[in-house]
């Protein structure tokens, strides 16, 4: 039997991911034409968010639990939930939609990850029987996508220093959409902030300890640390401009990280041991 059959979820999200890829396009296109793309884009993203929705529930159907466990479900919910807080921020902060030409590629590198990995499932460990686990995990996706949408626009502010990319000059100052570009990240320290409490009260409901210090749990904290560090440094020291769209870049590497590497190189109770 074909491993189609034996994943149903696969076309879904192999569609999904050529809605990114048609997204992406379009946004490049946009650039490189000087044409108005938003609403092929918005398309994109909407279109690419209903199939990889699709892709989950048929996954969560066949596994008979939700896409908490192996590095493929991991990376097909965050594909869902990253597009999911991109379109709304598309949709409602048009100030922030030229940072789909970052975005979108983004999506993408992790289409490539997902489509080099098997499909297989696993067994849900009792411990994740837990409502504080749908908060801990559904906040932290929130930030994780706000994140990436403040390094689009931070991102879409360093192309516009390159030639080939006179177009992006049209958009405001560079004051304007870094104000912006730490609002988003003032908002993510939120989320991550309810994702770290979240967190310890689902610990203390399944491990009966509210902190261990397990690897996963030290950087999410370093995370969170760095992240407030930076927007101490923004509000308090008049760090530059680029230095600071750094500073958003170095932050969302290490939030990618501790959300797909460590996870998958340690043993601790993010996967179900005690």
Known sequence: MSSLLLAPELPWLFG??????????????????DRPVDRAVFAALLVAVILLATAITLR????????????????????????????????????ARPGAL???????????WIATLPPETSQ???????????????????FLGICLAAVGLA???????????????R??????????????????FIFHSLMLIAGAVWAQDAWGHYWTWD??????????LMLGLSLHARL???VPLWGGWLMVFGVFILAFLTFFGVPFSSLGPHKGII
């Not at 992406?24 to 296109?29: E, K, P, S, T």
């Not at 879409?156 to 000059?169: A, E, S």
């Not at 958009?171 to 993510?188: G, H, Q, Y």
């Open 16 to 33: 999904g991911l050529a809605g990114y890829c048609t997204g992406a396009l379009a946004a490049w296109h946009g650039i490189w034409r």
């Open 60 to 95: 969560w159907m066949r596994a008979g639990y939700g896409p908490f466990l192996t590095l493929f479900e991991i990376l097909l919910s965050n594909l869902f939930s990253l597009g999911l807080v991109f379109l709304v921020v598309f949709w409602r902060v048009p100030l």
């Open 102 to 112: 970052v975005v979108l590629p983004v999506f993408l590198l992790l289409g490539c």
């Open 124 to 142: 849900l460990p009792a411990t994740y029987d837990s409502v504080w686990l749908w908060v801990h995990v559904g906040v932290g996706k929130i």
């Open 155 to 169: 991102g879409t502010l360093l192309l516009r220093r390159l030639p080939g990319f006179g177009n992006l000059h």
């Open 171 to 188: 958009l405001p100052d560079d004051e304007v959409l870094d104000v912006l570009v730490w609002r988003f990240m003032s908002i993510a």
């Open 215 to 224: 690897p996963l749990e030290t950087w999410a904290f370093i995370t969170w």
């Open 236 to 238: 308090t020291f008049k």
